[in-house]
């Protein structure tokens, strides 16, 4: 099952890559594209945040599928930040993504190690480590919206 939506995620993303060559030359595709991204990987963090937090029934694969997702999401907003001219515009992302990219690469592609890691784990059906992980994802989500994202 899994490789099947991984495989159905790859074709997506492959289908698309017309449509992503034109969204990254233009500035205002650039944001909503990264804005698009950012609101899927929020909808997936919120479901297993009310499963960890008991607000929802506990359902194991349900879980572990918006895991896998969140960390595919993961690998999509980061290049439409580096396209010229996406610091302005109807954009929550602050000034100071462009004058600490390195930084806010770094944390970026740390969350994107902290999803895959997550999806790894909460196949295991180890809640304890499912939470675990789930905790340093988030954390790590809200550190970057501290610095990086408007309020």
């Not at 650039?30 to 929802?56: D, L, P, W």
């Not at 994107?112 to 994802?137: H, M, P, W, Y």
Request: overall charge positive; charged content about 25%.
């Amino acid at each position: 099952m899994k490789t099947i939506q991984s495989l159905v995620i790859a074709s997506t993303l492959l289908a698309s890559t017309s449509v992503l060559a034109h969204t990254f030359n233009e500035a205002n595709k650039a944001i909503k594209y990264r804005q698009a991204a950012f609101t899927m990987i929020a909808g997936n963090v919120s479901e297993m945040g009310e499963m960890i937090k008991g607000k929802t029934e506990w359902n194991e694969a349900t879980f572990s599928k918006r895991a896998e997702q969140l960390s595919q999401l993961s690998l999509m907003p980061l290049d439409a930040f580096a396209v010229e001219g996406s610091d302005k515009g109807k954009t929550n992302a602050l000034p100071e993504v462009w004058k600490n990219f390195s930084d806010f690469e770094a944390n970026f592609v740390q969350f994107q190690k902290d999803t895959a890691n997550l999806a790894s784990v909460s196949e295991t059906g180890d809640k304890a480590a499912i939470r675990k992980a789930f905790g340093k994802t988030v954390k790590n989500c809200k550190a970057c919206h501290t610095d990086y994202k408007a309020k």
